[in-house]
């Protein structure tokens, strides 16, 4: 091998390597901490938070006016003056969870494993949710995809790390299978409620837990990532036909189920900004989109904002 | 330890009468293919592991395109491999077929940005990654075969295999590290994973050697191709190492079975794969310098029967996180056993000329039955108890390295 090859050879790798730890550096810094947060307020009326596509930050917005400039989170969500981060970690598969208060001060860091997914707070402030998803990563071969939700109880520190832990009813009678899966959980506002959706043997149930006695009880098929609104009188949902989802609001006392005006494929755990109003994430353009429709399936949907992950109280 | 070394001696010494330039440590091309695979496999790992996010963040793409999109990634490159393995014959230039694989490969990390969101466009560019993937594999074990010599060769592939493998654990960990470091920097993950794709192929252009082969067009036609693959010995060889495939239970599989029966946590999936990989990467080349002394088949053999422990250990049922440390530590193992094992006792049973065609065939022979075998795993264990069908199979892996064993025996007639 002759001298100049070699030189050549180190010459080339060297500007490679100079290029990729150049650019790798000249975006860390000028990348602000991820926990930096500036003037987010939750007790803003009238304000929606979204992540921002491009820095995951969280953005406040009154309409189209900035108002406020979060922490950096793949999912926001905030109720009752306490704010859920859910961000990945530099562990590969992990994720972590903050849950913040209305001065920006971390109350609490949860540890999870998995890519983040769905993350709630009680109408109260005092219950949070999460769900991560594992799937596709390298270590594990293709196709495996499994979800693990949980809940956190700011008042008593208790920490409800997998709904896998409660018990499950479906017709009456406990329900057990190592293939169970759950996500997307939303609470009521009693602080004792929620729903969320139970997946086994390639079916889905809507599921309503109780935080005290551990229990899930399935109430309905085909209702997934549901999201109780204000008023606590109806869900919105995606419901799957097939290889797409489309976005229903289910009256709970009635079982009425209506179709959204938004026909478009959609795969996001929907938010309520009104009593009247759903938003949720979709692609738009090749980057994420906040868009909002009518809950009454009337109208069209509209777009609000670039960005994913709405959130509104 | 006395009789190690003399016979090390003595290798030592035919190696030099046959190849002076070559000396006793692994050659300097064996080496640097090594390190093209490990920063290759840290590039392509670091993408595949942020992929997910990027697709759902990044993208604002759902969880049902992620599937469609993960059944491409692990979809069919034999065809590729064995199409790679001809070319590079019948060019006598195995180097030049495996940069064309890499350069492929580390396009398409530039590539990925470049289409957005457009599914069809992201679906073209992992395909054109996993083709770059199929088309250098052959080429580039037919180089470590061809630039070692004979007696080295276990140690020449348990080097490349551990270098493959760190490559492979980095990659995730760099990726997910850019991601904290830099919220919603998936150009950075690209770019870093260009750049790296990039110095493989500079590594592999500046700093690996041609090793000088004759090409006349008769000895590589695809009937003489034939004629090798169908050779008595290298039959014999893919017929044992088809049916070892067919009982070799799919990873996915084993740890699934591990965490359940060993009762741990959900969680605790990812990282099993760690527990193989690391093993897999620590003895690679102790395993491979072993093969050179006891006999390659016969590690190869030995390390299914590491595979049949770890198999009635999950059969076995018994509850721990001992047994499932034992059960990974068997398995990573088994990997470093067979893996580059198989390469380097397939290598001298074809002739040179047509050394990347013969072990692109044989590595297919064994991508495909152990695609068959996982397969019938789990048609198997969605009928019965999981731990049954672990018994069931231990049973059959007994039978077949029994059959290797025979099929492969010292002084089978040629």
Known sequence: ?313 | MYLSSTRAADTARTADLKTPTIGRSVSGTVVALGLVSLVTDASAEMVTAILPLYLMYGLGLGFLQLGALDALYTGATALLRLAGGHVADRLGRPKAVAIAGYSLSAVTKLGLPAVGGSLSGLSSVIAVDRAGKGIRTAPRDALISLSTPVEDLGRAFGVHRALDTAGALLGPLLGFAIIAAIPGGYDVVFSTSFCLAAIGVLILVFFVRQPPTRVSRAAVSVRAALKAATAPELRRLMMAAGLLGLVTVGDMFLYFSVQRTAGLPPAVLPLLPLGTALTFMLAAIPFGRLADRIGRWKLFLLGHGLLLAAYLLIASDIEGRLVAAAVLLLHGLFYAASDGVLMAYAGPLIPAPLRATGMAVVQTAQAVTRAIGALAFGAMAALVQPTLTFALFAIALAAAIATGAWLCRPGAAR
Not at chain 1, 42 to 48: A, F, I, N, S
């Open chain 1, 1 to 313: 091998m002759s001298r100049s090859r070699i030189v050549a050879g180190i010459t080339l790798i060297a500007v490679f390597v100079a290029a990729g730890i150049g650019y790798l550096g000249w975006r860390v810094a000028t990348t602000q901490s991820a926990a930096a947060q500036t003037g987010v307020q939750l007790d803003r009326p009238d304000t929606m938070l979204y992540v921002e596509p491009g820095t995951n930050r969280v953005r406040q917005v009154r309409g189209d006016a900035v108002v406020g400039t979060g922490p950096a989170c793949q999912r926001v969500y905030a109720s009752g003056g306490t704010m859920a981060c859910l961000r990945a970690t530099a562990v590969p598969m992990a994720s972590e969870v903050d849950l913040i208060d209305t001065t920006g001060k971390v109350l609490k860091t949860l540890q999870l494993w998995g890519n983040p997914s769905r993350v709630r707070v009680s109408p109260s402030g005092k219950l949070a949710a999460w769900t991560v998803f594992r799937s596709g990563d390298s270590y594990l071969a293709a196709g495996a995809f499994s979800t693990t939700a949980g809940i956190y109880d700011l008042r008593s520190g208790t920490h409800y790390g997998s709904l896998e832990d409660f018990t499950a009813y479906v017709d009456g009678r406990p329900y057990r299978s190592v293939d169970v899966n759950y996500w997307g959980v939303t609470f009521a506002a009693d602080d004792a409620r929620f729903y969320a959706t139970m997946a086994s043997k390639g079916k889905t149930w809507l599921v309503r837990g109780d935080l005290a006695n551990r229990s899930l009880t399935a109430l309905r098929e085909n209702v997934e990532c549901p999201s109780l609104s204000p008023d606590g009188s109806r869900i919105a949902y995606k419901f799957r036909t097939g290889k797409t989802w489309r976005l229903h609001v289910l009256t709970v006392a009635t079982g009425a189920d209506i179709a959204l005006a938004e026909t478009s494929h959609i795969d996001d755990q929907p938010a309520w900004l009104a009593d009247d109003t759903v938003a949720y994430g979709k692609q738009d353009d090749g980057q994420p989109g906040v868009f909002a429709v009518p809950a009454d399936g009337s109208g069209q949907p509209r777009k609000l904002v670039a960005g994913s992950s709405p959130a509104a109280w």
